[in-house]
């Protein structure tokens, strides 16, 4: 048995608005791979839960007349890389989210649980920053949409209220329309491990005159929060795509971030293999982009 | 407190089942204690070894972390469903060809994850099939011998489906 104090169901999201504002005990639980665990442990015992399992309208993914990209907070990695529109529009998200833990997992968590969870290591998170995405956060009263670098408050916490949910994970269409990307999980085993590092590149080539015109770099693992490069990033837009930008993209993430010693990796090797993973991740955008490498 | 129990319906191996079940149980207890279905596993009940895996619509899922009372409507399949009149499905005899068991606690696990993979009908390259069956974990056979198990199977469905 789980140590769970009360179990409510909601079927709306003004329904999950209410129950969490009339049970200030309780929590959200979606997918339950984060708070079932927690709960295992102890760390969550005796917690109330809301589920939000049974919301038709946070689950699967819609894209809009103007293109932006509507991705329920309920939908599972599994039928995010599954998606049509995803593998058409944002495959990297849909590659990102497929390295998650092992199948029995992406089967079960979700991408609304991923972000609000917190976690920094978060597989989805560095790409949904490299994106530019926005969070649409209902209360039952009107609710609101941020940035995602401004919901990310510190380590496992974020910009969430009592009462409030994360509905949608939107992806404007100017941010992805004629962007690629890629993302690098680096861990100690190929699955069911958690990243040492990660980082996601998205980046928009003009192949005719070979020029890197926009670039986005994001990392996880790298600081308490998922951390935009934004230094790397004005430092790399606009040159030209050769050896001399790959060379730069190594060394200037290594001055940009900051990793910490931990039992997973020390500072010096995450140094290292943060310079790497950028480049690779670069290359292989402007790979998929059709530009020239040389 | 939780004191109501909660009247499940679900589709178990083909057969409907309606049982009342307590909110905090797992699905893992309720087909354990319930159900008599013995096959899934209680490994770390954290999700980490796929001891429990049942197939839930179509897809694998670690049944220590899913509540019983999510199963309501749901089709699920565990090991116990797969035999036809006694007899043992293609992928469990060929893990018993290709030794493919030791002590056996991670069998049925591996074999319902196998079971979705090989149903797909697709033909995977080794390093696919190995990232298919990664939510699992045996602590005996060295992972080899599984693999080789499926992959036999995949190339015998995939000669047939040409073959036809
Ligand atoms: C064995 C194992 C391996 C794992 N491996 C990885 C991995 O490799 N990479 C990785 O990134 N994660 C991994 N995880 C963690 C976990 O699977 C993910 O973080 C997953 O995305 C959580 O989603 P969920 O729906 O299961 O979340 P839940 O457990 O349901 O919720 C997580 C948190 O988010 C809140 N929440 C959920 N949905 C909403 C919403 N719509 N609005 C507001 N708050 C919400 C909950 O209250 C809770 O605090 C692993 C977990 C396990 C058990
Ligand atoms: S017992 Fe469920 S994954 Fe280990
Ligand atoms: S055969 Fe013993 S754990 Fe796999």
């Keep these: 048995m789980y140590d769970i104090e009360n179990y409510y169901n909601a079927k709306s999201v003004e329904e999950a608005a209410a129950l969490l504002r009339e049970h200030p005990d309780s929590r959200i639980i979606s997918g339950g791979s984060d708070v079932l665990i927690k709960i295992r442990e102890g760390k969550m015992a005796g917690t109330s839960l809301v589920c939000i399992r049974d919301i038709k309208e946070i689950q699967g993914i819609s894209k809009k007349e103007n293109g932006d990209i509507y991705i329920g907070a309920g939908t599972t990695f599994s039928h995010i890389t599954n998606d049509p529109i995803i593998q058409e529009c944002i495959p990297v998200l849909g590659e990102a989210v497929d390295q998650v833990g092992g199948p029995q997992i992406r089967n079960i968590g979700t991408i609304g649980g991923n972000i609000c969870n917190g976690a920094v290591s978060a597989d989805s998170a560095p790409t949904v920053f490299s994106l530019n995405a926005l969070l649409r956060i209902e209360d039952g009263n009107g609710g609101r949409t941020v940035p995602v670098k401004e919901f990310y408050l510190g380590p496992g916490r974020v910009d969430l209220k009592r009462g409030e949910i994360l509905t949608h994970v939107i992806i404007p269409a100017e941010e992805y329309q004629g962007y690629h990307g890629h993302y690098i999980k680096y861990s100690m085993r190929k699955a069911m491990d958690i990243a040492t590092l990660s980082c996601s590149v998205v980046s928009r080539v003009d192949t005719e005159k070979n020029i890197l015109e926009d670039v986005r770099i994001t990392f996880g693992v790298a600081a308490p929060v998922p951390f935009r490069c934004e230094k790397t990033e004005a430092a790399l837009k606009g040159m030209p795509v050769d050896e001399k930008l790959y060379q730069t993209i190594e060394e200037s993430i290594r001055q940009e971030i900051s990793p910490r010693d931990s039992w997973r990796a020390s500072r010096e090797f995450r140094l290292q293999i943060g310079g790497e993973i950028a480049k690779r991740a670069l290359i292989r955008t402007v790979e998929l982009a059709g530009g020239n490498r040389k | ?164």
């Design chain 2, 1 to 164: 407190m939780i004191r109501d129990k909660v009247l499940v319906k679900c589709i178990v191996n083909g057969k409907e089942v309606a049982e009342y079940v307590d909110p905090r149980e797992s699905l893992l207890d309720m087909l354990r204690n319930r159900l008599g279905l013995t096959s899934v596993k209680k490994g770390c009940e954290v999700g980490e070894c796929g001891a429990c895996t049942v197939i839930i619509d179509g897809e694998t899922v670690d049944s220590c972390i899913y509540l019983a009372v999510w199963a309501e409507g749901k089709n699920i399949r565990t090991l116990e469903g797969l035999e036809k009149n006694g007899d043992l499905t293609r992928i469990q005899e060929a893990f018993i060809e290709e030794g493919a068991i030791q002590c056996g606690f991670c069998t049925p696990g591996f074999v319902m994850s196998a079971t979705v993979l090989l149903e797909r009908g697709e033909v995977l390259t080794r390093e696919a099939i190995k990232k298919h069956m990664s939510g699992n974990l045996c602590r005996c056979t060295g992972y080899q011998n599984i693999v080789n198990a499926v992959e036999k199977v995949m190339k015998e469905n995939a000669a047939e489906n040409e073959g036809a």
